[in-house]
C-alpha cells in the first residue's frame, strides 16, 4: 500500500505540472482508485484466510496467490494507462528542454 501511494503522489503532482485534461483526471483517478480497492480486497482475503486456517492448504494458497495477482494486474494496467496519458506530455516538455539548450 506504500507503494501505491507514493505512486500516487508522483502521478498527481505529475498531473498537475502537466496541466492534463479533465478527462484525463477522470481516467487517472478511476485507475488510482482501482489499484487502492484491488489492494484492500487483497489484504481482507488474505486476512481472511489467516483466520480461517493455521496450516497450509492448497486452496488458501490459491486465494492469496489470486488476489495478489488481482493487484499486480490492476497496477500493470494503471502503469499503461500513466504511460499512455503522460508520455505525450514529457515527450514535449524534453523537445521543449532540448530546444533551449
Known amino acids: 500500500m506504500r507503494v ?8 498527481l503532482v505529475a498531473g498537475f505540472y502537466f496541466h492534463i485534461t479533465q478527462t484525463e483526471w477522470l481516467i487517472l483517478l478511476f485507475t488510482i482508485i482501482l489499484v487502492l480497492i484491488t489492494e484492500m480486497v487483497n489484504t481482507s482475503l488474505e486476512s481472511m484466510t489467516d483466520l480461517i486456517t493455521e496450516t497450509y492448504h492448497k486452496q488458501a494458497k490459491i486465494t ?8 499486480l494486474i490492476a497496477a500493470i494496467a494503471s502503469v499503461a494507462v500513466g ?3 503522460f508520455l505525450p506530455y514529457l515527450q514535449q516538455f524534453l523537445e521543449i528542454r532540448s530546444i533551449r539548450n
Do not use: G, R
Request: charged share 10%.
Open 83 to 85: 504511460v499512455t496519458i
Open 64 to 71: 492469496k496467490d489470486v488476489s495478489a495477482a488481482m493487484v
Open 4 to 11: 501505491h501511494s507514493l505512486a500516487t503522489i508522483l502521478v
